[in-house]
């Protein structure tokens, strides 16, 4: 399945037009970066392709690689570029300030945090105001289980399986899947059902699943709970939006026992799902913490967990601090993102050109019987490979054939699940009309490439 594409057997889908030539590069080549990361770095990195890609700019949705080859970014980072790749306003920032000041420390008042901390307290809703910054997801979200801890003198934390949570301690507990827990501690934390609305027991039956919570609380617990966490999309798990009705139930059993609901935005903030700021909003509830990073920063490592002031109170007289977190260049960064996202209506350009992705998606579906599920909101999409729809069968191999083809032809997405056959396209929010076309051609073409093997 990485039979190499032939010019001559399928014609090369265009991409549309884009006027930017990058500058020829000069530095290390792929093979180099190979050799020096195959002796010198950590042997835990993905090896997605076959021939792996040495990126060297970026563009908005566009990168380059050394030869100046350009690629359609459908991934985004990882669901982080949001406003796209050097977005001139997000870079003008970030050079201003690193020309002024590029690091101080909580000792000390900076405009530039302060600035932001009151930004993003207003694109909070209800009493969500105070503002902790962090240097990605995972410290987020280790900081967001400890407040709840500490705030109910409980250890007892629920999250769902197949969520992804972060790395580090707390937070690899919490995460419910094998493949990113390794010599974990897992005392205190409860795995719930999945609420997965294509493979879960109970469909799009939300208050269903709900109950297993419920059990959990009863007879796993003292009858007490820190708090609940979870994301509203599962990004990692292969973009499953959580079944409607399910958080309100569960949020609803979590204060009853004494917890704390904590909403882990990490993928799912920033506009990216389209119809709303936040993914929780899009089933009707308030979290008392909201987790967040990728999409915060455009890129730059920054992270945050918003609050309110009650809970923020937990902290207020203990010695709690990041050395990084909230740095000016970092804060910046952050501000301008969200004047961009207001500024170009990016989050309008999500809900369109991702309903319009979808739509294009599930007539694919019609088309492959490979393709098993398409699901997601705004630019937060899935496309789950089977090769029997019936059984729901993983398509692993063919997943990885057709991403490697598709990267052959000039696409960039990710890949997720637990079973690894899940397509994830998270581009960065700029991503237009006539991107999702030429995506679409893409894919298809990719999948006549293969259609020997597996149609
Ligand atoms: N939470 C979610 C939902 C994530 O998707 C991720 C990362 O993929 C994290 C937390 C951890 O974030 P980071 O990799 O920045 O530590």
Not at 229 to 237: C, F, M, S, Y
Not at 290 to 296: D, F, Q, R
Not at 432 to 448: A, K, L, N, Q, W
Request: hydrophobic share 40%; proline share 5%; net charge neutral.
């Amino acid at each position: 399945l990485t039979k190499p594409v032939q010019q001559n057997e399928h014609p090369l889908p265009k991409m549309p037009p884009f006027d930017y030539t990058p500058p020829p590069y000069t530095g290390p080549l792929a093979d180099d970066i190979l050799r020096k990361r195959q002796q010198f770095l950590n042997p835990a990195v993905f090896h997605f392709f076959k021939n792996p890609l040495n990126l060297v700019e970026g563009k908005m949705q566009y990168l380059f690689d050394e030869k100046g080859r350009r690629y359609l970014d459908a991934y985004g980072g990882i669901a982080t570029v949001s406003c796209g790749h050097c977005h001139p306003e997000v870079v003008d920032a970030i050079v201003n300030q690193t020309k002024r000041l590029q690091h101080s420390t909580i000792l000390y008042l900076n405009p530039a945090i302060a600035e932001f901390a009151e930004a993003l307290a207003s694109k909070m809703p209800g009493d969500l105001k105070v503002v902790f910054f962090t240097n990605s997801g995972t410290e987020a979200n280790e900081l967001a289980l400890m407040m709840a801890r500490l705030y109910t003198g409980s250890h007892d934390v629920i999250s769902i399986r197949n969520g992804y949570h972060g790395n580090a301690g707390a937070t690899m507990a919490a995460t419910a899947q094998s493949s990113y827990k390794f010599n974990v501690i897992q005392t205190g934390v409860h795995h719930a059902q999945n609420p997965d609305q294509y493979r879960g027991l109970f469909g799009s039956d939300g208050p269903m699943y709900a109950r297993d919570v419920d059990e959990i609380i009863t007879y796993g617990t003292s009858g007490r709970v820190a708090g609940f966490i979870a994301e509203a999309i599962q990004g990692v798990g292969g973009i499953m939006e959580l079944a409607p009705g399910y958080l309100p139930a569960v949020y609803s059993s979590i204060r009853k026992a004494g917890g704390l609901c904590i909403a882990d935005e990490v993928q799912s903030g920033f506009a990216r799902t389209g119809s709303h700021f936040w993914g929780f909003e899009a089933h009707d509830v308030v979290p008392d913490i909201v987790t967040m990073a990728k999409g915060i920063g455009n890129g730059i490592p920054l992270g945050a967990v918003v609050t309110t002031p009650e809970i923020a109170e937990v902290l207020a007289c203990r010695n709690y601090y990041n050395t990084y977190g909230g740095n000016p260049v970092c804060a910046v960064a952050g501000l301008a993102v969200l004047k961009v996202i207001e500024k170009e209506k990016l989050q309008q350009n999500a809900f369109n050109v991702g309903f319009y992705l979808k739509q294009r998606l599930s007539s694919l579906k019609d088309k492959y019987e490979i393709i098993g599920d398409v699901r997601g909101r705004g630019l937060l999409v899935g496309v789950e490979f089977v090769t029997d729809r019936h059984l729901k069968t993983p398509a692993k191999i063919e997943t990885l054939g057709v991403m490697e083809q598709m990267k052959e032809m000039g696409v960039l997405i990710g890949k997720g699940g637990l079973l690894g056959n899940v397509f994830r396209i998270t581009p960065p929010l700029c991503f237009t009309r006539e991107d999702v076309g030429s995506f679409y051609h893409h894919i298809s073409s990719s999948f006549h490439t293969y259609s020997s093997c597996f149609f």
